[in-house]
Antibody, heavy 119, light 106 residues
């Protein structure tokens, strides 16, 4: 079955860096656009960043501009999120999600990985 | 940016009740709207796409409607498994989630 498994979360000090990975299986990874969505403790869902199936057409929310970079390796079926200059308000569970395309929706989600930014 | 406003934030109901959650977009999004269900400690699960199309495997007691700026999710005859948090999401222009509606047992 279609599956996404995130890894790479942890505790980091403000200003630090982390790289999250999301391993995909059960579907043709290279044909789907992918996303990262985050959820701060006790809060709602926030879409963070998008990458097209071929690695192009990147989009992200303003608050992570210049700090977070989404990328992918279609040969390894892995999605990445490089997070630099981390701030306390970046603390959240980070989910990778598959964008189905028409008729829309994130139809496959990972289990999430917790990033905690704290001194 | 398109903002999504859900109401209510919390909803108390009993098994067997029918409940409605509302989602309003800050500008017209056509029918480019999805609804998700999330349980504590779990990833969200898509229930409905294109405002009213039920996902395969989702019980028919879930129903979505609306277009333009105003949308609703109705759950008929609530079951114990339905008590969770629900989010709307627009995908007309990038992606935005509503703030969520927690459906709790009365």
């Amino acid at each position: 079955q279609e599956q996404l498994v995130e890894s790479g979360g942890g505790v980091v000090q403000p200003g630090g860096s982390l790289r999250l990975s999301c391993a995909a299986s059960g579907f043709t990874f290279s044909t789907y656009d992918m996303q990262w969505v985050r959820q701060a403790p006790g809060k709602g869902l926030e879409w963070v960043t998008f990458i097209r199936n071929d690695g192009g057409n990147l989009h992200h929310i303003e608050s992570v501009r210049g700090r977070f970079t989404i990328s992918r390796d279609n040969s390894k079926n892995i999605l990445y999120l490089q997070m630099n200059s981390l701030r306390v308000d970046d603390t959240a569970v980070y989910y990778c999600a598959k964008w189905r395309g028409y008729p829309g929706a994130f139809d496959v989600w990972g289990q999430g990985t917790l990033v905690a930014v704290s001194s | 940016d398109i903002q999504m406003t859900q109401s209510p934030s919390t909803l108390s109901a009993s098994v067997g009740d029918t409940v409605t959650i509302t989602c309003r977009a800050s500008q017209s999004i056509g029918r480019w709207l999805a609804w998700y269900q999330q349980k504590p400690g779990r990833a969200p699960k898509v229930l409905i796409s294109q405002a009213s199309t039920l996902e395969v495997g989702v019980p028919s007691r879930f129903s979505g409607s609306g277009s333009g700026t105003d949308f609703t999710l109705t759950i008929y005859s609530l079951q114990p498994d339905d008590f969770a948090t629900y989010y709307c999401q627009q995908y007309s222009s990038y992606w935005t989630f509503g703030q969520g509606t927690k459906l709790e047992i009365k």
